[in-house]
C-alpha cells in the first residue's frame, strides 16, 4: 500500500537547490541532536505503517531474507531486527515468537568456533565466491541483528512484564552460550576485521553495535570499549567540509545513509563522553548531506556513487541496490531528533517513489 505524502513545495526547492550545489564548496552546519533520546524513543518516531512495511515473515524453519531459498548464512538473517523492533512498539507476542524462530534457525547453523557455516546457493557463479573476511564481516552484521534486537526487548516494559517462564523468554535466555561463543568469536576475528573495514564506514558501524549491543547484554565492557572505539575510527572517515561519509575515495549515497543510521542508533545508546559529542555534529552533517542527494521525485540520486550505482558492485552476483530502508529510517530519526520536519517529508518522499 501506497503511503500518504504531503510535502511543501518550499521542501522542493530547498532540497533541489541542495543537490545542484558543489561539494567542494559546500560547508555543513551541525545543527543539536536530542540528547536523551533511547532507542525504543526512534522506534516510535518511525511511522507504524513503515515499521510493518518492512517486516518479514520467516519460513516455517525461521527463514529470512535470501536464505528462504536454501540457507547461505547468518548474514542474511539481518531482517531479524524488524520482527524485534515489530514486536516490541506493537507489544506484539506473534512478531515475539517469529523473531526467536529466527534467530533459533540461525544457531542451527553456528560453529564450534562461534562462527557460522556458508552454504554457496547451488546457481552462485564459481567465480562470485565469498572471501573468507566477507564471511567474517556477514557475521559481524549477524551479531549487530542480534545486539540491537537483545537491546529492544530488554529495555521494552512490555517484554520485561512477561513471565520468566515464557517460552520465547525461555528461548532467549536458552541462547546465553551461542551468544557468549560469538561474541568470543568477533573477539578473536577483530584484527582482521579492523583490517578489512579500516576504510569503509558503513561497516565499522555494524562491527561496532555488534561489540557494543552484545557487550551489553553479557555485561562485557570491554567489548563494549572495543565498539565504541571502532565508532570512533567511523567517524574519522568523513569529508569534514561537505559531511559525508567517505567510501572507495569518494561519496556514496546508499552507503552514507547506512552509516547514519547505525550511527545514530549508537548514539541514542551512549549515556554520554566524547564519542557522543563526535556523533552528535557528525551524524548531523552526513544527514544533511544525504539529504542533498534525494531528488525531487523521491529517488535517492546515486549519480558520483563509488560503490552503488548501475555496473557497480555487487554481492553474490547480484548487483547492489541503493538501501532505501536505512535512509528513509534515518531520516525519521532524524525528525524526531532535531524536531525538524522536513526529515520526515524526506523519508515519506522516498518511500513513495520506492512503494510498489
Not at 17 to 43: G, I, R
Not at 193 to 210: G, V
Request: hydrophobic fraction near 35%; proline fraction near 3%.
Amino acid at each position: 500500500m501506497k503511503l500518504a505524502v504531503v510535502i511543501l513545495s518550499v521542501i522542493f526547492v530547498f532540497f533541489s537547490c541542495k543537490e545542484e550545489e558543489n561539494e567542494d564548496s559546500y560547508t555543513c552546519e551541525p545543527v543539536p541532536l536530542n540528547e536523551s533520546f533511547t532507542y525504543l524513543n526512534l522506534l516510535s518516531a518511525v511511522p507504524d505503517e513503515v515499521l510493518t512495511g518492512f517486516v518479514q515473515q520467516p519460513t516455517e524453519e525461521g527463514a529470512l531474507g535470501r536464505n528462504k531459498n536454501g540457507y547461505e548464512h547468518a548474514r542474511f538473517q539481518l531482517p531479524v531486527t524488524h520482527l524485534a523492533n515489530y514486536a516490541v512498539h506493537f507489544e506484539d507476542e506473534e512478531a515475539l515468537t517469529a523473531f526467536v524462530k529466527s534467530i533459533g534457525y540461525a544457531f542451527q547453523y553456528q560453529t564450534t568456533d562461534g562462527d557460522f557455516e556458508f552454504i554457496a546457493p547451488p546457481e552462485a557463479p564459481a567465480d562470485k565466491q565469498p572471501l573468507s573476511v566477507d564471511l567474517a564481516s556477514g557475521t559481524f552484521f549477524f551479531g549487530y541483528g542480534l545486539g540491537i534486537s537483545l537491546h529492544a526487548l530488554s529495555t521494552s516494559e512490555w517484554y520485561q512484564g512477561l513471565s520468566d517462564d515464557h517460552s520465547s523468554k525461555q528461548a532467549i535466555v536458552g541462547w546465553q552460550s551461542n551468544i557468549e561463543s560469538l561474541l568470543a568469536y568477533l573477539k578473536t576475528d577483530l584484527e582482521l576485521i579492523k583490517e578489512y573495514d579500516k576504510a569503509s564506514p558503513n561497516r565499522l558501524f555494524f562491527d561496532a553495535l555488534a561489540f557494543y549491543t552484545l557487550g551489553e547484554y553479557l555485561k562485557d565492557g570491554s567489548a563494549q570499549q572495543t565498539g565504541m572505539g571502532l565508532a570512533t575510527h567511523a567517524m574519522s572517515l568523513r569529508e569534514q567540509t561537505a559531511g559525508y561519509f567517505i567510501e572507495a575515495n569518494g561519496w556514496d549515497s546508499s552507503y552514507n545513509g547506512v552509516a547514519l543510521k547505525l550511527g545514530l542508533e549508537l548514539y541514542v545508546l551512549l549515556d554520554g563522553g566524547e564519542l557522543k559529542n563526535i556523533l552528535k555534529d557528525g551524524l548531523s552533517c552526513a544527514a544533511d548531506w544525504q539529504s542533498s542527494r534525494v531528488l525531487g521525485t523521491g529517488e535517492i540520486s546515486t549519480e558520483g556513487n563509488t560503490r552503488v550505482y548501475p555496473g557497480g558492485e555487487s554481492l553474490g552476483g547480484r548487483e547492489k541496490q541503493v538501501d532505501v530502508e536505512k535512509t528513509a529510517y534515518s531520516f525519521f530519526y532524524m525528525e524526531a531528533l532535531t524536531s525538524d520536519q522536513r526529515y520526515a517529508d524526506l523519508s515519506q518522499l522516498i518511500l513513495e517513489f520506492y512503494t510498489p
